[in-house]
Every structure is written in C-alpha cells, then in structure tokens.
DNA sequence: CGCGCGTACTGTATCGATGCAGAAGGGTTC
DNA sequence: GAACCCTTCTGCATCGATACAGTACGCGCG
C-alpha cells in the first residue's frame, strides 16, 4: 500500500492539510513542525504530493500538449520540426512546464480524437496538421487555449496564432523565378489531392487545396506568376505524400522524364526540394544550369547543398508558440504573431535554359 | 461552469456511472441509450471524460516520462538524442501513449527534482544522465518503473536496462589506433570533472569519473592501450563542458598547441569529434594523416564527413527502452537489453605519423 | 408459481490531493 | 481583565471521474 497524505499525518499526528502545506506552502508552518513532517515522510518512502491528484484538484496539468502532422515518430526524422520543437522546449523549460508529445497514428482518426481527448494538458500547439483533421475539431470542443500555426475559421477566442506569412513567402521565390526567366514551371508538395500518392496533381486553382501551409505558398507562387503573365493553368502540380527526400526524388521524376520538362522546379519543402537534386544529378542533369530548384524552410542541409530557398526562423517559432501557450497576452492583438522570412539564394537557381 | 459527468447525467435523467459506460464501457448499456447521452453531451458541449481525473481514478497516467542530460531544449541540437527519442517516440505511439519530455534546468538541481516529482507519469525513461544527479535519486524515490542507458547502485527492482557495452565498444577503438602504432594519445569527453570548463582534466584513472557513459568509454580505451603496452598515466585527458561542437574544437585547440602533439584523439561523441576535425582542418592539419581522429555514436554527419567511429543503435535503443516501460517483462532476466556496436573505420584514422 | 439468470442501470465509496473558513493557543494592548 | 490579533493548525467540501456491489426487471424453465 503506497503512503499517501494521510499516511504521513497520521504518522505525525498532524492533519491531512498540514502534511501537504509542507510541501506546497512552507511558510504556513513552523519550520520545525516541517522538518519533521519531511522527516517521516521519507521515512515511509512517500514521495511528495501524487501529480495527477494534485492536476485534478488544482485544475492545472503542468504540461501542454504538441500535435504533429503524421506520426509522432515522422516528426523526428524532419529538419525543420526537429528546430521548431526546440524552440518550443525552451519556452516549455523556461515556465517549467512539462511538454506532452501526442501519438497520432497516421491513418487512425478515432485514435487520434483519443488522443486529444485523453490528454492531460492546459493547452496545444498545432504543428502542420490537415485542416480536415478531426483531432482539430477534438481539440476546438476541448477549449483549452490553443497555438497554431495555421488559420481556420473554427478557431476558438482563446486561440493564436504564430507562423509567417506563407504567401508572401513563395511570392518572393516565385518572383525570383519569374525574374531569371523561366516559363515552364512545376510546383512539388504535399496534400495536393488527399490521395496519399506520389504523382501529378490536377490543380484547377490553389484554393482547392484543403491543408493550410500548401494553399497558402501554392497562391504566394500563383501570384507571382500571375504578375509575370504566367497563367496557373501552365504551371504543373506534383503530389508527394510524405515529406522525405526519396518521395522528393521520385515526385521530380514524373517531371524529368518527359519533355518538354520545366526549367524550374519549386518544391514545398527543403527535404523535398533535396531529393529532386538527387533526382537531376541522377540524370546528369546540373541543378541552377539545366533545371532551377527551389525548396522552403532553409534547414542546415539546404546550406550544406547549396540550395536556393525560403528561410523561415524555425525555433522562433517553436518558441514563440510555447510562450504564447504559457503565458497568454490579455490583448487579442497579440495573439497574433508573424515571423519574418526571406528568400535565401543560393546556386540550385539561375537563368532559364534558352 | 464547465460539464461533467454529472451535468449530462441530469440532464439525460440518468446515473453518473451510466454516463461514464457511455464513453468507456460502450457493452454495459444499450445502444439507443448511450446514442442519447452522447447526443446530450454535444449538445452541452462536454468533450468527454476529464484525462486528470481519470487518470487519479485509474491510477495511470497514460504516458511516460523522458529524462535527459543538462537541458531539454538542448537534447533536441544532439543528432543522436534525437534518434533516440525517435525510438521511444516509436514505442509510444504503438502503445498510445503519451510521451512527456521533462525540463531539467542544467544548474538547477531543485527544479530538477521537483520536475520529476510532479511529472504524471507511469514510468521514466532515462537518458545520459550523470550518476549523482539529485533527480534519479527522486527517480528511484517515486517507485514508478524506469528504464535506463546507465546502471546504477541503487536500481530498484522495477528498474530495466536498454544499452550498449560502452567498454567493449571504445576497447574495439582503441585496439583500431593501437593498431595504427599511435602512442601518443588524448580522450577528449565530458564530465570527467564536475567543473563546466574545457580543458585537460587530471583523471589518475577512469574509475574515478561519476558519469557512468564517459567512465566505461574511457575503461574500454585504458583496456586496448594496456593491451598494447600504453599506460593510462601517458594519455592526455580533456574535458569539454557541453556536447557540441564548437566545444569540441576548443578542447582540440588544447592539444594541438602544444608540443608534442598527439597523434590520435578519440572523442567520446562524433559531435565533439567533428569539432576537433575542424580545428585540425584550421591548422592546416590533415585528420587521418598527420593526426587520427575517432568519434563515438555514428550520427548521419558522421558519415558526411567520413570520420572513423563508433556506431551504436541510436532508435533502436529508444525502441526498446520505450517497450520495456510499456510491457515490463515479467523475467528479471529479460530487462536487461544489450544493443551491438561495431567500430566503422572511415578516413579520418591512418598510422602513425613516424 | 417460484426459482434462477442475464441485462441494464443505480448508488456509494474511493482515487489523493488542495482551498478555505474557522478554531485553538499564546501574546499584546488599553 | 476583556478585546483583539497573529500564528499555526484542523476539518470539511471539493476537484471529476471509475469500481464494484447491489437492485429492478423481464424471461425461460421445471
């Protein structure tokens, strides 16, 4: 049988209450009668006040909860989500705060609504997930504050937002493009069509994507080219459904083998934008001469390839949103953080072949 | 006022307890019933039942807890933490469970200990932690199970074991540079003293470091040179203070400026390895050449820069670290988990310069 | 008809703590 | 010596759920 408040008080012959001011309010007693209230309590191997009733009675999980795209296990292998959890760690550490990494199967809604329903936390950070996920919705009827990276029209009055402005983001890399000339364009990401295939995606408009971070930089790049004279109709979609270098590779492909193939090639995401590298090189194809290749992010790896791409401030972000989380403005308007981006140019990105 | 059980049970007209069969035991009522309650609870807006309090009820948490060395923000800049996590982050999410990230303030011992106390948790996992920290004594205090890289005195009998042999693995290394005729050594690692600075540390022997990882790392190198005729006495020993590489390449400088320099180090991590690569590299100084150098842990950059190391299961390790806490085996004898390593010679080792 | 049995639901005790109102005890003030 | 105060400690209500024993009731069976 595990000793338990009562335990110790009845050891001490003190009352319930007492016992546990010594532990949470030292200034209530007398440092003597403290002392020995300590004293038998470790005496009977009672190791402090129980977390979870303590949470229950004080309304307080000391934890807050961290949802990612895909699986918890993806996360890790991911550059960029590795930064952004940093930062989110630290503010997390700061306020002393437990951080709660949530377990949401890729293909399994209901254990993912679970999940959010299961957790014991004082609030959540969206990273990156599907607008139509249901474990949003779970997290909504929660009502416990909410940071996230993307809007939705569902968003609750205790939410915020903390993010960049993706479209504004791509339109600067679309304009690059556009700049060194290039016409024949393909845009490489994920979410496309909710198929979880790798392949060419029939894209009326970017409107029609229903995952947030996709749209937005989809309509950055729409607008860029739109100002060039570059209608979107011209412009080719690929699907990749996970965010990893070979999906990358094998997304560029479907571009590369057959002709006329585009000039310059925007990937959504660095990891992706890395692989259709691989995928030139392998066809001896030199990336910034034969085909100009774009990612987003600027992770270390892009510096280390030397791809041009969109830099976004990943652990500011991961922070930001944990401070948010932790330590809510009164101030609506502060709810609302947007980070600043630019485009990093770098040699995967040159003049269009003529 | 926020609903309860109890707010839908009244306004269903039934029990309490019905509710909860509701949403945890759908077999104990009827169909059109629980459709009702459920209905209701929508309608008034309650998500379901409270994790905290049904966590205290249960008497489990519905996650675990994961302990690392010095901060938690800074585990995530340590290529293989993250591996390892990423392991654990496996096991987790196959047996839906949460996966609750500890902050432990690098200096503040009493945050620490309080951390872990407060954590709701079923069970810890532990990850490089210094033997004497106060918080694998709270650890320990708290009865819950816990699985560890490190053994330690006071293991309870709950406890598990998920490692590698850290001698055997650097005694490999070492027989590798006793090989190559190297004579003139130094170890670079962390914790070899309990100041934060970098530097030669004075360690009459490997016995007497308190960190379990660093002193049987350093027990498999003193095992190869004595092997080969090398006493420990003539090995130089550095401290650095953090895991990184700039770090690295400071206690590096310790050595290569001063005559007669060593002709191979070996550094407790790759991380720590790759800074001295670039301190060679700044001196003109040719790794495998002029100076070999020998890493430990085999993360993906290792490969990238071709450094001669260890390699050590890093997800592999968090995998079944995360297994063993979810579904402790009933056999003592099964919870103790000794992962292989091997030793892969990359270009940064040759002979001895004459 | 009475017995046994299974289904569907209820009531109470309990998980382990904290918040708060108030009481006991000792000392100060006028 | 009564009024008052401060410190220290007590006792009760409460946080929101689950476990388990118990009850009501319909039904088949000898």
Not at 8 to 21: E, H, I, M, P, Q
Not at 293 to 305: C, L, T
Request: glycine residues 8%; negative net charge; hydrophobic residues 45%.
């Amino acid at each position: 049988m595990r000793p338990t408040l009562q335990t110790v008080a009845d050891t001490v012959g003190v009352s319930r209450s007492t016992v546990s001011n010594a532990y949470s309010r030292p200034d209530q007693l007398s440092a003597d009668l403290r002392d020995r209230i300590l004293a038998a309590a470790t005496a009977l191997g009672y190791a402090g006040p129980d977390p979870t009733a303590r949470s229950l009675r004080k309304r307080r999980a000391g934890a807050i909860g961290m949802l990612f795209t895909s699986s918890l296990s993806f996360a890790f292998t991911d550059p960029y989500a590795v930064q952004y959890l940093r930062g989110i760690a630290e503010a997390a550490e700061q306020a002393r705060t437990g951080l709660l990494l949530l377990p949401l199967s890729v293909d399994d809604d209901v254990a993912a609504v679970a999940a959010v329903n299961e957790a014991a936390v004082d609030g959540f950070c969206v990273y990156c997930m599907p607008d139509w996920h249901p474990a949003l919705d779970a997290l909504a009827a929660r009502g416990l504050p909410v940071v996230s990276g993307q809007r939705r029209a569902s968003d609750g009055p205790q939410s915020a937002f903390v993010g960049i402005d993706e479209a504004a983001a791509t339109r600067a890399a679309g304009e690059h493009l556009m700049a060194l000339g290039h016409r024949r364009i393909a845009v490489i990401g994920d979410y496309f069509s909710v198929a979880p295939t790798i392949g060419p995606a029939l894209l009326a408009s970017p409107a029609d994507v229903a995952y947030y971070t996709s749209r937005e930089r989809l309509r950055g790049y729409q607008a860029a080219f739109a100002a060039a004279g570059v209608d979107w109709s011209t412009v080719t979609t690929v699907n990749v459904p996970g965010n990893c270098r070979d999906d990358g590779a094998a997304a560029a492909a479907h571009l590369l083998d057959r002709a006329p193939r585009p000039t310059a090639i925007a990937a959504l995401s660095d990891i992706v934008a890395l692989g259709v590298l691989d995928a030139l090189r392998a066809r001896g194809l030199q990336p910034g001469r034969d085909v100009s290749v774009v990612g987003f992010d600027d992770i270390p790896e892009a510096a280390a390839e030397n791809l041009t791409t969109v830099h976004q401030p990943a652990a500011d972000r991961g922070r930001r949103s944990g401070e948010l989380l932790l330590d809510p403005p009164a101030d609506p308007a502060d709810r609302t953080v947007v980070l600043p981006t630019r485009l990093v140019v770098r040699a995967t990105t040159g003049p269009a072949p003529s």
